[in-house]
């Protein structure tokens, strides 16, 4: 790399960090709230006020454009999409787009790459679906997103699933535990649905709710790696079970108890499912959960706004569980669409979530947007287990459905191992190794040279360098540069013996190494 361009690489991968100096405050924060506080944000006002902690103002359309695009669909936003919204003088134009991006088919590829991490869809070991399996799961669970599927239902479906698991997509939930035994089974079951960790029940309490799965049994077939799920037919006489609040019934003879289970879970008022996915849904979006981790609610480790999740809750089971309904509540809060910008020294301002949390984007989703700026290159394989897989290099990565089938890019930027279904598998922290490969990969500067992208940005902007380098900064931060980054870039193109195809690669590979790219803001 030249020293030029590693020069303008420092200068402008410095200004994209530090947003909260004045000079580059602008892109980043809106003068003034355009939309109402909702109930959401009348909680954590409440909350806030408490604390002592001030409000921040609200984000720029352009960081809520952005940060819309990967909190919901997992995707960049293209530079027509940009200059749409930013040029649209709707007052509603922000609810208008979390509604449209929700009926996108990348929102149900994004929100079943989400599902198949918890759920463990994975081929090989030591999960073991294999691929019969992950593909007819996969395929349920995204149909499940497509079709936006009552949450409650989508969980019952799951828990009382019996036959075959290459024919019956939900019985794969059994099938990708790390055991048949009824305490892994229970292991599983808190943890996807109830948010809790099983070590944290009480021995009595695991006991109990593993005789509710005592009864599920497994059998192979004369088809190669197929697996029936059922209810064994030697537990004979009626069965005493005792859920984990203290409710007893009995089942009886030939009743499956995993019926009655589900029929508890998800009530109203149970204390556990409404509350979870809630609070799961507000983690995936605000970047914490208001339990935090959410998949370790305990009593000792309490909720930051306990009246927000109790809404949430409720308003979960008074819609009946329509989670596009919770995304709309949240997505249209001014808490979601505050600053990031810490204002002030209060260290509590993310966990009371005071402004919107930074946090660096998934594996996935850096892949495909480096991909959209670049030229197509990935391509995925996985020659074990038989038959042997092949993914298409046009293929989206967001949209691949196994957890074995992965590569370099996605083992380097912490993609989930998918082997325990917990949150914390996703490995988002940066490493010395994604910045160099980012900084330096062959790859990816041949990837740069084939781009499309910059082809095309260049032949439009027929050598209006100022135009050019707005346009390129449109594609990769999905807003305009400011006075200092126009200004740098200018002094850029101005480099003694480089042509301006070159300046405009350059400047892009610069962009894509910055923090403000990579990172949710």
């Given amino acids: 790399m030249r020293s030029s361009l590693l020069i303008f690489l420092i200068l402008v991968t410095t200004l994209s960090v530090r947003i909260a100096e004045a000079q580059a405050a602008n892109p980043y924060e809106a003068a003034a709230w355009s939309i109402p506080p909702n109930a959401v944000d009348e909680m954590v006002l409440a909350a806030l006020q408490a604390a002592q902690v001030v409000p921040p103002p609200p984000c720029s359309d352009a960081v809520f454009l952005r940060?819309?695009?990967?909190?919901?669909?997992?995707?960049?936003?293209?530079?027509?999409?940009?200059?749409?919204?930013?040029?649209?003088?709707?007052?509603?134009k922000r609810a208008k787009l979390i509604d449209s991006l929700m009926e996108r088919g990348e929102f149900a590829d994004y929100w079943s790459l989400k599902w198949c991490d918890l759920l463990r869809v994975k081929s090989e070991f030591p999960i073991n679906l294999w691929p019969n399996a992950v593909q007819a799961y996969h395929h349920w669970i995204r149909e499940a997103m497509h079709e936006?599927?009552?949450?409650?239902?989508?969980?019952?479906?799951?828990?009382?699933?019996?036959?075959?698991?290459?024919?019956?997509?939900?019985?794969?939930?059994?099938?990708?535990?790390?055991?048949?035994?009824?305490?892994?089974?229970?292991?599983?079951?808190?943890?996807?649905?109830?948010?809790?960790?099983?070590?944290?029940?009480?021995?009595?309490?695991?006991?109990?709710?593993?005789?509710?799965?005592?009864?599920?049994?497994?059998?192979?077939?004369?088809e190669w790696k197929e697996e029936i799920v059922y209810l064994d037919p030697e537990a004979e006489g009626p069965l005493d079970v005792v859920f984990p609040d203290g409710f007893a019934t009995t089942v009886p003879a030939g009743d499956d108890p995993r019926d009655y289970f589900a029929d508890w879970l998800i009530t109203r008022d149970n204390p556990w499912f409404g509350p979870a996915i809630a609070n799961r849904v507000w983690y995936w979006l605000m970047g914490r959960g208001i339990v935090h981790e959410p998949d370790d609610m305990r009593p000792d480790n309490p909720a930051a706004c306990p009246e927000l999740l109790t809404y949430l809750a409720e308003e979960l089971s008074n819609c009946n569980y329509d989670l596009r309904h919770i995304f709309r509540l949240i997505l249209n809060s001014r808490t979601y669409q505050s600053s990031s910008v810490q204002h002030g020294p209060e260290p509590r301002e993310n966990t009371l979530f005071a402004m919107y949390t930074v946090r660096r984007l998934g594996a996935e989703v850096i892949s495909d947007a480096v991909e959209y700026l670049t030229a197509p290159?990935?391509?995925?394989?996985?020659?074990?287990?038989?038959?042997?897989?092949?993914?298409?290099?046009?293929?989206?990565?967001?949209?691949?459905?196994?957890?074995?089938?992965?590569?370099?890019?996605?083992?380097?930027?912490?993609?989930p191992p998918r082997d325990t279904g917990l949150e914390s598998e996703r490995n988002n922290n940066p490493t010395d190794a994604q910045r160099l490969y980012l900084l330096n990969s062959a790859d990816i500067g041949r990837s740069i040279s084939r781009s499309t992208v910059l082809r095309a940005l260049l032949?439009?902007?027929?050598g209006d360098r100022a135009k050019l380098t707005g346009a390129i900064y449109l594609a990769v931060l999905s807003r305009l540069p400011t006075q200092a980054e126009g200004t740098q870039a200018a002094k850029y193109f101005e480099t003694e013996g480089l042509v301006a195809k070159q300046a405009a690669e350059d400047i892009a590979w610069a962009l894509m190494n910055s923090k403000e790219f990579l990172y949710r803001h």
């Fill in 377 to 415: 290159g990935q391509t995925y394989s996985s020659a074990i287990p038989e038959p042997f897989t092949y993914i298409p290099a046009d293929q989206r990565t967001i949209a691949l459905a196994d957890g074995s089938i992965t590569g370099t890019f996605l083992e380097t930027f912490g993609r």
């Fill in 459 to 462: 032949t439009f902007t027929k």
């Fill in 148 to 222: 936006n599927m009552p949450f409650d239902e989508f969980a019952g479906e799951l828990l009382t699933a019996s036959g075959s698991n290459f024919r019956v997509p939900p019985v794969n939930f059994y099938r990708a535990i790390q055991g048949k035994e009824p305490s892994t089974i229970v292991a599983a079951v808190s943890l996807t649905f109830m948010g809790v960790r099983a070590d944290n029940w009480s021995e009595e309490q695991r006991a109990e709710l593993e005789t509710v799965f005592s009864r599920v049994a497994y059998k192979g077939t004369a």
């Fill in 67 to 92: 940060r819309a695009y990967m909190d919901v669909i997992g995707t960049l936003p293209k530079l027509t999409e940009v200059q749409t919204f930013l040029q649209d003088p709707d007052p509603e």
